[in-house]
């Protein structure tokens, strides 16, 4: 019997997941940071300021900004003189961001396609690991924390910034109707795809809790880890040091 993974709700096989959030993502390319911008009230920007500013990129580290397609935490990481390698699994989301680099006359980033699984570069090259709103894609999140291990050298740093579940009473049950709701709405007006926007909301719900997240990231090596939860957790950073 074949192993099945979470594809949002549904239960589906593990080989069929990769081209379905494939799928996704080449849908909503074109729009996705304007989709960003409508279903966080322009937040997703602050999250991610305050993101690179844990981070601390510095000038002369490799950094690998996993999943990074349309280049948000790749620009913001750039200004501090890092080197970066923005890789994603998905072309399309890499040639928009390579598009909007050629707009903003960003150069020196490195863009190359990648399966966050499986990464093609050496042990123990980059500074730091980053990945924002992408890992509850991965079809096998524990492989792609090893992955990200392996890849760190010694002191080097994994930061992940992702949706959870909010504890905040009231609040939980407020965003739990406007996501379910209006979210597959704005994805229908904006982009044209309601569905893609559905899976990315029922993506969040399968996601594990902070703890359990927390948990794998140590279990695939990291030490001194640490959750810093946004708006009672409806956003969280996680850490972890290879040491």
């Known amino acids: 019997m074949s192993e099945t ?12 997941k990769e081209a379905r959030v494939g799928a996704v993502f080449s849908s ?14 322009g937040m997703h920007r602050v999250w991610k300021d305050n993101f690179v500013r844990r981070v601390k990129p510095r000038e002369g580290e490799q950094i690998l900004d996993m999943a990074g397609g349309t280049g948000d935490i790749a620009f913001r990481m750039a ?33 190359s396609r990648q399966n966050a699984e499986e990464l093609s570069f050496p042990d123990r090259f980059f500074d730091a ?19 990200a291990h392996r890849v760190l050298r010694y002191g080097g740093r994994f930061f992940c910034l992702e949706f959870s579940t909010t504890e905040w009473p ?13 979210v597959p709405k704005l994805g229908s ?3 044209g795809d309601a569905e893609s926007y559905r899976y990315l909301i029922e993506s969040i719900r399968r996601f594990p809790p902070m703890p359990a997240f927390e948990a794998m990231i140590r279990t ?18 996680h850490s972890g040091w290879k040491v």
Request: proline fraction near 1%; charge should be negative; hydrophobic fraction near 45%.
């Open 5 to 16: 993974v979470s594809f949002g709700y549904e239960d589906v096989a593990a080989e069929e």
């Open 28 to 41: 909503v390319a074109k729009k996705y940071d304007m989709m960003n911008d409508a279903m966080s009230g």
């Open 79 to 111: 200004k501090h003189g890092a080197a970066i390698t923005v890789s994603d699994i998905n072309q399309d989301m890499l040639d928009v961001g390579i598009e909007r680099a050629v707009e903003r006359g960003i150069d020196g980033l490195v863009w």
């Open 129 to 147: 690991y980053t990945i924002a709103f992408g890992i509850r894609n991965v079809t096998h999140i524990d492989k792609a924390l090893a992955e």
């Open 170 to 182: 009231g609040f939980k049950e407020v965003y739990d109707a406007y996501s379910h709701k209006l």
């Open 189 to 191: 007006m904006i982009a």
């Open 220 to 237: 695939a090596g990291f030490r001194h880890t640490k959750v810093e939860p946004i708006l009672g957790g409806l956003v969280a950073i």
